[in-house]
């Protein structure tokens, strides 16, 4: 056992029970005490992890904790679940060795969790990449779903994993997980027809019930209320602090993630409520004529329903609860069924059909996590199962379960013992025997061929007569008498016969655990198993898409008269098998314990405990541990721990690691037996020899601590005081710069202000000076100025004198002048005055006389004017009598256009607001607003919705318009036509209903065709005999129509599309159609075809479709008719619909009523 310092520092208690000082059952109790109370929930037994139920959420499992425990030494850090996964993991990736984790308990102590913790840091801690994290969701999202259905509450624990489950979980080289394989043991299906009180039946029942929609429990015709339905406890039906309606949403998408089709999904939900249905199923009495009693079913309504949801005859199914039938070579008995036996058929049905149903999960589960590739892969298996258990009524389920764990146990010492003996090999350790119980004794007691438990029951089920509980356990009192574990009061041991603590119809074991009492009552019913052979052929005639796979055995043309293996003989294969798995790989354990029966944290009840403790086998482990070596570690981490012990190791050793070990064992006089020195470790025989060590360490430590902080201290001190005296210098020299700056700064000011007075005066002086200059030059211009004006002044009058005296002659001799010029003038006038008096007197009468002519040709002229004036206004009277006209006709033009225009604008703009929206299915319109405009309206409304049409059709992508021309011409085809196209109109045309390109199980069909398959559904293909449908996959191509068998695949008939002449169907709501063949085509030979779907739409119109998009071959004829012919093999046969009241809740009903005619009612 390797161990690093942080199991050794710092811990509560002791991490490791192994290092236990002293040794007892009460303090190792009390060490599990004081690190439960402080919220250390796991502990050590060398490699074996011991984890109690803490009861509440510890923030423990967080990424971060995942990166410190990744890649890290088991003993490095802390007692964690994660380094032993870590530890598994590493062993697994880089050792390729394979590994198994096994996780072991009782019910309540939290062994689903610790897989889950497991599996969630693998996941964390392995590769990424898109197919890697598919892988890893779907191994984690497998458990939700067989919680659901393989998990209930009980009283002790809210989510008891009611079966064991083993998982392989497979990697590549690389370490990254490529799938697994889940195996399931022993699911207690008794709690199906009956649970304790306080506990539930398992939880799917109450998830489907509280989770599923209100439209999926009408499809499975079920109710809400659990008070329904028998097989539900009342009293625990609600647990606290768990949803059943989100629990049942998380595994119907943990389902999907899985990889189950919705019809799977369907399936097994219409067999959960076939399960709930059949526990309804009551029975009363019926005395026959023969004397026998008969049972009758009470209300055949639960009945009717079963029936319809698994598609069994109710008849078929009532007789089978009623007779039973018997064979035996060439002979068959009937016989008849009494109440009590009714109700154990109907129980054991019950448990047979859920128990199947729960093994067909875990197969389809591994068939979708499966590993693709046939490479070598390297495997990890996580074991979480049963712990032994020990109640006060203890049984056949308790009693394989102890077995079990009686083998786990045998494992687990051989593993444990091997382990320590290949180390001390080896290390070159000697090897001494280590005393042991072995439980070889008690296995050999259950399971031995000839004398075990196990074959005196079987032997004693299958033997002739009347056979007993009582029987059996005589026949254990006679083989096993003698056997030092088995005790009974009947066994005629003396020392058994007066100890009443043992009840005669019980048996005692002493298990390696402790003692159990087993009562004998339903050790054989049980370990039979026996279902009806009569169920199990009227299971088999379901339509069921499930029912068949899951009872094989009614298949009447394979009739096997040996009788099946029971229960305990299976077990025990599982076990034997299971052993030789986990023999093949390395162990690693998880022991989980209970801390109390209340549920509840910071409860530690040590009397249940201690119980765990024992039957675990705990202390057992932790001597065998001790037996030969308490502690071991390799020299280099030793060294590295103790070096300070030894001052010749001390600080740096030169030398290998072990001669230092040596030295300083030596130097601290450690005793020679209590130690060995192996190849690569130091063995330490006693667990007190290192707590000295540890102690002489701690005071070393103690020691060197106060020297570190002297050291420390003292420098620290030098430190401060060098940075105080370098501060001083620092601020001493800052401090004398400021100075001499101020002083600097003073005496710059004062020489600036001398300078400047300085400067003052020398410019005042200059100004003064330059004053005075300017007075003098401006007093010279002045005096000069004044002198030129004076002499001006004198010229001035001078030559104004001399201009006087020369005017005076001017005006003398100019009055002279002019006297003389009007004395020649006045005799000029006289002179003309006398000669042209003549001329004044001829010129006056001329001018009388030009003056009478030009008065009269003004009185001419003015009359003249006066006519033209007049008709000039008269005409412009006419023109503005025109004018006036015609201005008020254009004016009441102009205004009425300027209204229409206002009345339009407004109409358009109107538009904004009461626009209806760009649906193509919206057909309002808004209101007209004048009556003018309503051609105008309705062409706008019609204008509108072309264009919002057409924007609508330009968001089509391919496949949309695709969608809806298949759904116009369907509308072409059936509008008005067919009573069920109204229904179709809302649903989408998906065509592949199958995925058969993406579900495996058609994988082998889809290779067989060649073309694109354009649809894919289950149809039913109608019996010409009875009229009854069979399940047909039809699928159709390009270039034919195939029809296969719906479970295994095969192909039962492909037409060409040329072949086919018409198709008939009905103008009802019903889905049957006809597919008619052309006369002497090759695929004619069986006749015509008869089919029933309710997709019957879809079908005909993709078919209609595919043959007129083909050049080479006419349109398909469809004909709708409530009556045609249709052609089985060379008989014409008429197949008639008329109307009718449905039949027993069902819809349409088809029935021969001759030779010649079917009769199809449709309600």
């Not at 005799?827 to 007197?841: D, G, M, P």
């Not at 039809?1034 to 599309?1057: E, H, I, R, Y």
Request: aromatic letters at 10%.
């Amino acid at each position: 056992m390797e161990v690093k310092t942080s199991l050794l520092d710092n811990m509560i208690g002791v991490g490791d029970m192994v290092l236990l000082e002293p040794l007892s059952e009460d303090s190792f109790i009390e060490n599990l005490k004081n690190r439960f109370d402080h919220n250390e929930i796991y502990t050590y037994i060398g490699s074996v992890v011991i984890s109690m139920n803490p009861y509440k959420s510890l923030p423990i499992y967080t990424a971060e904790k995942v990166e410190e425990y990744r890649n890290r030494n088991f003993y490095e850090l802390s007692p964690h679940i994660y380094a032993l996964a870590d530890e598994a993991y590493r062993s697994l990736r880089h050792q390729d060795k394979d590994q198994c984790i096994l996780i072991t308990g009782e019910s309540g102590a939290g062994k689903t969790e610790a897989s889950k913790f497991v599996m969630s840091y693998v996941a964390a801690v392995c590769g990424k990449g898109q197919e890697v994290n598919k892988v890893k969701e779907q191994l984690l999202q497998s458990n939700p779903v067989l919680e659901a259905f393989g998990n209930a509450k009980t009283v002790r624990n809210d989510n008891s994993s009611r079966f064991g489950k083993y998982m392989d979980i497979e990697f590549d080289f690389k370490g990254d997980p490529l799938g697994g394989v889940i195996s399931n043991y022993l699911l207690e299906k008794s709690r199906v027809v009956k649970q304790p009180r306080g506990e539930r039946n398992f939880h799917i029942f109450y998830q489907l019930l509280s989770g599923a929609s209100e439209n999926t429990l009408k499809k499975l015709k079920l109710d809400r209320d659990f008070s329904k339905y028998n097989y539900l406890s009342l009293d625990s039906a609600t647990v606290n602090g768990l949803d059943d309606a989100a629990c049942f949403r998380t595994v119907r998408n943990a389902m999907q993630i899985v990889g189950f089709m919705e019809d799977e999904v369907q399936s097994v939900l219409e067999l959960v409520a076939a399960v709930l249905k059949l526990g309804n199923i009551e029975f009363k009495p019926e005395s026959r004529v023969n004397g026998f009693d008969e049972s009758r079913v009470k209300d055949k309504n639960d009945l009717k329903e079963m029936c319809e949801l698994l598609g069994i005859e109710q008849s078929v199914l009532e007789r089978a609860f009623s007779f039973r039938t018997v064979e035996a070579k060439m002979e068959k008995v009937s016989t008849t069924l009494n109440v009590a036996q009714a109700y154990y058929a109907r129980d054991a049905l019950a448990k047979n059909l859920y128990s199947r149903l729960f093994s067909w999960l875990v197969n389809r589960i591994n068939e979708s996590i499966k590993a693709q590739t046939k490479s070598r892969k390297k495997v990890m298996g996580v074991l979480d199962i049963y712990g032994f258990e020990i109640f006060e009524d203890n049984s056949f389920e308790q009693f394989i379960i102890n077995y079990c764990n009686e083998k786990l146990q045998q494992i687990f010492i051989e593993l444990t013992l091997r382990e320590e003996q290949e180390e001390y090999v080896r290390e070159g350790i000697e090897w001494t025997n280590i005393e042991y119980f072995n439980n070889a004794i008690i296995c050999d007691l259950i399971e031995n061929n000839k004398n075990g438990i196990l074959a005196m029951l079987d032997e004693e089920c299958l033997r002739p007569g009347t056979v007993t509980d009582e029987t059996f356990l005589d026949k254990l009192n006679t083989v096993c008498a003698e056997h030092q574990h088995f005790e009974s009061r009947l066994s005629k041991n003396s020392k058994f016969l007066t100890d009443h603590s043992l009840p005669h119809n019980c048996f005692r074991i002493q298990h390696y655990a402790g003692k159990v009492l087993y009562r004998v009552e339903g050790f054989v019913d049980k370990n039979n198993d026996l279902l009806y052979r009569d169920l199990s052929q009227a299971m088999y005639k379901a339509s069921h898409s499930l029912i068949k796979l899951l009872f094989p055995e009614g298949n009447p043309t394979k009739v096997n008269l040996k009788r099946p293996p029971t229960a305990g003989f299976q077990f025990r294969a599982s076990v034997g098998t299971l052993m030789k798995n986990l023999l093949t790989k390395n162990p690693n354990y998880i022991r989980c314990i209970k801390p109390n029966d209340k549920k509840a944290p910071h409860i530690f009840t040590e009397s249940l405990v201690c119980h765990q403790v024992r039957y675990l086998g705990l202390m057992e482990n932790v001597r065998v541990r001790r037996a030969g070596y308490a502690f071991r570690q390799p020299y280099e981490p030793c060294l590295e721990r103790y070096k300070m012990l030894c001052k010749q190791t001390w600080p740096h050793w030169r030398g290998p690691a072990r001669e230092g070990v040596e030295v300083f064992l030596k130097d601290l006089q450690v005793s020679v037996e209590e130690f060995a020195y192996g190849r690569s470790k130091i063995f330490i025989r006693n667990p007190r020899t290192l707590f000295f060590l540890e102690e002489k360490r701690r005071q070393c430590l103690e020691d060197l601590a106060t020297l570190i902080q002297k050291i420390y201290r003292g420098w620290k001190c030098r430190t401060q005081f060098q940075l105080l005296k370098k501060s001083q210098v620092v601020v001493a020299a800052w401090y004398r710069r400021y100075a001499q700056q101020k002083k600097y700064q003073n005496i710059r000011c004062s020489a600036l202000v001398v300078q400047s007075f300085i400067r003052g005066w020398k410019a005042r002086k200059v100004l003064r000076e330059l004053k005075y200059k300017k007075r003098c030059e401006e007093a010279v211009t002045t005096i000069s100025a004044y002198w030129h004006g004076t002499q001006a002044r004198w010229e001035l009058r001078r030559l104004k004198e001399e201009a006087r005296n020369k005017h005076a002659v001017s005006v003398i001799w100019a009055a002279w002048l002019g006297t003389k010029a009007r004395r020649e003038l006045w005799r000029l006038k006289h002179e003309a005055r006398s000669k042209q008096a003549v001329s004044v007197i001829w010129a006056g009468w001329q001018g009388t006389k030009a003056r009478r002519e030009l008065k009269h040709l003004k009185e001419e002229a003015r009359r003249k004017n006066a006519i033209a004036v007049i008709w000039a206004y008269w005409l412009g009277l006419k023109v503005r009598r025109e004018y006036r006209k015609f201005f008020r006709a254009n004016a009441g033009k102009k205004i009425y256009d300027f209204t229409i225009q206002k009345i339009m604008q407004k109409y358009f703009l109107g538009f904004k607001k009461t626009m209806p929206s760009m649906s193509p299915i919206d057909k309002s319109w808004p209101a007209r607003p004048y009556g003018f405009l309503d051609g105008t309206h309705q062409e706008l409304r019609r204008m509108f919705h072309l264009w919002r049409c057409k924007k609508y059709r330009s968001q089509f992508t391919m496949e949309k318009k695709a969608t809806y021309d298949e759904k116009l011409a369907a509308s072409e085809l059936f509008k008005d036509k067919k009573a069920l196209y109204p229904n179709s109109v809302g649903q989408p045309f998906k065509g592949d209903y199958l995925e058969i390109t993406k579900n495996p199980k058609y994988q082998k069909l889809n290779s067989l065709v060649d073309d694109k398959v354009l649809l894919a559904d289950v149809v039913s293909k109608i019996n010409r005999a009875n009229g009854k449908g069979a399940p047909r996959l039809f699928l159709l191509t390009k270039k034919n129509v195939v029809l296969a068998d719906q479970k295994t695949g095969q192909v039962k008939a492909s037409v060409p599309l040329p072949d086919l002449s018409s198709v008939s169907v009905s103008t009802q709501n019903d889905g049957f159609f006809a597919l008619k063949l052309k006369e002497g085509a090759t695929s004619a030979a069986k006749g015509d075809f008869l089919l029933s779907s309710d997709r019957l739409i879809e079908i005909i119109t993709k078919l209609h479709r595919t043959g007129a998009a083909s050049a080479d071959r006419n349109r398909i004829k469809i004909d709708i008719s409530d009556e045609f012919l249709v052609l089985f093999k060379q008989d014409k046969v008429c197949v008639k619909f008329i109307q009718g009241a449905p039949k027993n809740g069902n819809g349409v009903a088809c029935k021969r009523k001759n030779n010649r005619l079917l009769e199809v009612s449709v309600p």
